[in-house]
């Protein structure tokens, strides 16, 4: 389905203001396209008569939209037994390596990171995850290694 039909569908619908029907609306719109370009999510809020502060959240509390074409989501557990097992500094370690912005994106555009409170691996802290696949018991200095290896397959 193209992205003018996916707007003119949604348009239409009575509970378009419902935010799982909106969900669902931007989940269609990146399969349309890929991700979610600033232009696709303000067009959105204007089609759901929502306000784009809205649509914002609703990217960032989804894992699964994104608002970049990147390649690689990297998800680093900002638990209470992670935090205290050196999971800032991991996390810290892994932004300054990929140069990470404010908008959680790499400098590159490759990489999404992004924090979790909980992986559900407290065992293994500090944790993270690399396009799903986890990572456990990482120590701060060991971090670029596994990065370096992980985005190269």
């Known amino acids: 389905m193209d992205i003018d039909s996916i707007f003119a569908y949604y348009a239409g619908q009575r509970d378009k203001q419902d935010q799982p029907v909106i969900v669902e609306m931007l989940k269609e719109l990146q399969e349309a396209n890929g991700f979610l370009t600033e232009a696709l999510k303000e067009r959105a809020a204007e089609t759901a008569g929502v306000s784009l502060s809205f649509i914002n959240l609703l990217v960032k509390t989804y894992p699964s939209l994104k608002a970049a074409a990147c390649s690689h989501v990297?998800?680093?557990?900002?638990?209470?037994?992670?935090?205290?097992?050196?999971?800032?500094?991991?996390?810290?370690?892994?932004?300054?390596?990929?140069?990470?912005?404010?908008?959680?994106?790499?400098?590159?555009?490759?990489?999404?990171?992004?924090?979790?409170?909980?992986?559900?691996?407290?065992?293994?802290?500090?944790?993270?995850?690399?396009?799903?696949?986890?990572?456990?018991?990482?120590?701060?200095?060991?971090?670029?290694?596994?990065?370096?290896?992980?985005?190269?397959?």
């Open 74 to 153: 990297i998800t680093v557990c900002s638990g209470e037994r992670c935090g205290k097992k050196c999971g800032g500094e991991l996390a810290a370690v892994i932004r300054k390596e990929l140069q990470v912005g404010k908008n959680g994106i790499s400098k590159d555009g490759t990489c999404l990171v992004k924090n979790q409170n909980c992986l559900k691996q407290c065992r293994t802290s500090p944790n993270f995850m690399v396009d799903g696949v986890l990572y456990s018991n990482v120590r701060p200095e060991q971090a670029r290694e596994l990065l370096r290896k992980a985005l190269e397959d």
